[in-house]
């Protein structure tokens, strides 16, 4: 669970540094931009792959393990 708060926390920060790159550079293909949008891809790809297991992980369980 800390794992995907810190995850998160990352996501918004790095998502707040591109929306402020962006408004410093006026435009989304300069190399900071990029870079930093590259970055956040890598971690939202993280978090959808952890939701995902998540997901399937909880369909394998029986009825009763879930309770």
Known sequence: ???ELTLETQINQLRRQ???AYE???TL???CVVAI????D???VI?????SNAITDTDQQTPT???
């Open 1 to 3: 669970m800390e794992d």
């Open 18 to 20: 591109m929306s402020l």
């Open 24 to 26: 410093e550079k006026g």
């Open 29 to 31: 293909t300069d190399a």
């Open 37 to 40: 949008s590259q970055e956040l």
């Open 42 to 44: 890598h971690y939202i």
């Open 47 to 51: 978090a959808q792959r952890r939701k």
């Open 65 to 67: 393990e879930l309770t």
